[in-house]
């Protein structure tokens, strides 16, 4: 499964943005999808999370009520949309997928991996 990410920038505190992961195959629906992201000196950490057919997602506590993650099936495309953004929110941003239902919020369980998309938020 090749990933391709897209739709980071800089953005003030405050600001949105909306980030797409898109596959390069006719279906994912048997994967299981992550958004993960990591700063520079730092571990890749879990951000979002999303079943095979969207019936369920998960967050980290850091971004709850703040990033919403869907995906368009049809489309073979993930989002994270992130509203409200801080500075330490500033990250490479990663979509990354797993065969079957299980939303693993460990970066080891993920066998594909895009090359990330860059986010800085400035104060």
């Known amino acids: 499964v090749q990933l391709a990410e897209s739709g980071g920038g800089l953005v003030q505190a405050g600001g949105s943005l909306r980030l797409s992961c898109a596959a390069a195959?006719?279906?994912?629906?048997?994967?299981?999808m992550g958004w993960f992201r990591q700063a520079p000196g730092k571990e890749r950490e879990f951000v979002a999370g999303?079943?095979?057919?969207?019936?369920?997602?998960f967050y980290a506590d850091s971004v709850k009520g703040r990033f919403t993650i869907s995906r368009d099936n049809a489309k073979n495309t993930v989002y994270l949309q992130v509203d409200i953004l801080k500075p330490e929110d500033t990250a490479n941003y990663y979509c990354?997928?797993?065969?079957?239902?299980?939303?693993?919020?460990?970066?080891?369980?993920?066998?594909?991996w895009g090359q990330g998309t860059q986010v800085i938020v400035s104060s």
């Open positions: 990354a997928a797993r065969v079957g239902g299980y939303v693993s919020r460990t970066p080891d369980d993920y066998a594909y």
């Open positions: 999303i079943t095979p057919l969207g019936g369920a997602t």
């Open positions: 195959q006719r279906s994912k629906d048997d994967y299981s």
